[in-house]
């Protein structure tokens, strides 16, 4: 076939494509008939009331020299991995405050890490476009450092996001610039699926998020520059399970629900969103009036669910982190306005296993825990 | 003359610039085989599509993934999320109780909650700790505290055996039981 013909073919494919999204994009419409919010409101819902002292401040972990870029909790005994501008992995007792372990990293340019299931190992990820293992129980070398113990190379990208898969201390995915995720066997350090990349259909851009569903592991959902989201299954790479539409951004954070049947986006054009995985109907959107003139509009930049579903708990790029009532779209606190609050962009959080406290990372250098303070009143 | 007229034609076409030919082929290989690709990507993309279309006719409203959500929610309990439970006549002796050694107590549906079985503290008029439930004071704060409450605490210890936490005299913030399994001895400022 000739060039010229190819041309024409791509040009009448690509027509053919922008008209059977249009088709699918009216059929879905006819399908909106509410959103969270408006069927809360019908079921008699109020909002959740924080009250000045509910949610508190119960530590700060300090001890990074750098911004902290990200963070994450074990599933049990409370320690908290975090990865820092200053190049080094921290672990931390986040009942003590102590740190149990600093790892000073080969590459300084780390931007996401993680706990394994079982608490002995952590995996970082960076600018080097590399994962690293390191076995929490290793001795130190010369340096006092703890060696890596396994280096997962493959990505042609930054490596921006990294994930357990739950209950298997073997399995990992990472996301990456070269517009791909990666599920590795962690022991080998080989790759066993591409997601993405030029052929099998996924990301146009970087990906710069992942989540795992804890109800069901073979399914996890990816976040992109492409504005984005995407459900896998870990068994078909060769193509999206189903593709989320809605953002006008980045999608720079994507967090399962806890009943694994839905999750959160959060975005660059400042909006969280609430999306159906099954029928891929966008729920709600969560968008708050800012401030300031349209250039300074705050990015959200990690967001979690608590335990029940009821609140989503979103840090922005101005400092801001929002407790939104889920049913309601509206927001019931605001952490960047407590006391003892962090001082700059919140740039990473997640809720312990049990639900019973969030721990935020921000540009001001700290961790800080958060949890109820509050009274369970009598009625 | 005429050889004179072919000279100069030969000279004058000597000086004229070099004409091709006949037009070259370029063959742009590359740029043809990332066509073809793009397009096979475009047809593979229009029968996902396809498909989309025709599962989106089963799919159910918007509305039953909300009232699915409203269910989940309203039916899983939370540990950020303030609740209120309606009082127990038979809690309210016990809660009284505790009320006289213990801030803030609380009494849950069902009769009181375990943590309320736990040792709490109290002051007693001469400055020592005592513990109340039959607990060993040891297992109360015994170092000299300038304040002494009973709270939950606010993250999950699995070996806790006290739930009390008193106040530092050097340190406005609060100083967790030095026997707790998972409390430290010294304040803890932050």
């Known amino acids: 076939m000739s060039v010229a013909e190819l041309k024409e073919r791509h040009i009448a494919a690509t027509a053919t494509v922008n008209s059977l999204r249009e088709r699918l994009k009216q059929r879905q419409q006819l399908l909106v008939d509410t959103d969270m919010a408006a069927y809360g409101r019908s079921q008699g819902r109020s909002a959740i009331s924080f009250g000045s002292t509910d949610l508190v401040c119960c530590r700060t972990l300090q001890g990074h020299t750098g911004k902290v870029y990200s963070l994450d909790w074990t599933p049990e005994r409370n320690r908290i991995v975090s990865a820092s501008q200053d190049g080094r992995l921290i672990v931390w007792n986040a009942l003590t405050s102590q740190k149990t372990h600093a790892i000073k990293l080969q590459c300084p340019w780390v931007v996401t890490c993680a706990f394994a299931p079982n608490g002995q190992s952590v995996a970082c990820g960076g600018l080097n476009s590399a994962c690293s293992i390191f076995n929490l129980n290793s001795q130190v070398d010369r340096d006092g450092n703890i060696p890596v113990s396994q280096i997962l190379t493959g990505h042609k990208g930054y490596v921006y996001s990294c994930q357990y898969v739950p209950d298997q201390e073997t399995r990992l995915i990472t996301s990456s610039g070269d517009q791909t995720c990666i599920l590795w066997d962690v022991t080998t350090g080989q790759r066993i699926s591409v997601f993405g990349g030029e052929f099998p259909s996924g990301h146009t851009a970087d990906v710069l998020s992942v989540s795992i569903n804890s109800s069901n592991s073979n399914m996890f959902v990816s976040g992109s520059c492409d504005t984005t989201a995407r459900l896998w299954d870990t068994r078909i790479a060769s193509r999206a399970v189903r593709t989320y539409h809605g953002h006008q951004g980045d999608v720079n954070t994507v967090k399962f629900f806890p009943d694994g049947q839905r999750f959160g986006t959060g975005s660059n054009d400042s909006t969280c969103r609430l999306y159906d995985m099954r029928t891929g109907h966008q729920l709600q959107v969560y968008s708050q009036q800012h401030d300031g003139d349209d250039n300074d509009i705050p990015t959200v930049t990690s967001i979690a669910f608590s335990i029940s579903g009821r609140l989503l708990f979103a840090g922005y790029s101005s400092g801001a982190c929002y407790v939104w009532d889920t049913l309601l779209a509206e927001v019931v606190l605001n952490l960047g306005e407590l006391q003892n609050s962090h001082e700059g962009c919140i740039s990473c959080l997640d809720l312990s296993s049990d639900g019973s406290a969030l721990c935020t990372g921000s540009w001001d250098k700290k961790l800080k825990i958060w949890a109820f303070g509050g009274q369970r009143r009598v009625i | ?190």
């Open chain 2, 1 to 190: 003359m005429a050889a004179a007229e072919a000279l100069e034609e030969k000279q004058a076409d000597a000086t004229q610039a070099p004409r091709a030919r006949s037009p070259r082929r370029y063959t742009d290989l590359c740029g043809r085989h990332r066509l073809q690709a793009r397009v096979q990507l475009l047809s593979r993309e229009i029968g996902f599509l396809e498909e989309e279309l025709q599962s989106v006719e089963g799919l159910q409203p918007v509305s039953v993934c909300c009232k699915e959500v409203d269910k989940y929610v309203g039916t899983t309990p939370d540990p950020l999320i303030p609740t209120y439970k309606k009082r127990h006549k038979s809690c309210c002796f016990s809660r009284w109780l505790r009320a006289m050694v213990c801030f803030n107590a609380t009494c849950f549906t069902g009769g009181c909650s375990s943590w309320q079985n736990r040792p709490c503290c109290t002051r007693r008029p001469n400055g020592s700790c005592s513990s109340s439930g039959g607990y060993p004071s040891r297992s109360c704060c015994s170092v000299s505290c300038s304040r002494l409450r009973c709270v939950i605490p606010r993250l999950s210890c699995p070996g806790y055996s006290c739930g009390c936490v008193c106040s530092c005299s050097n340190c406005t913030k609060v100083r967790l039981c030095p026997t707790c399994l998972c409390c430290i001895s010294h304040c803890v400022c932050e």
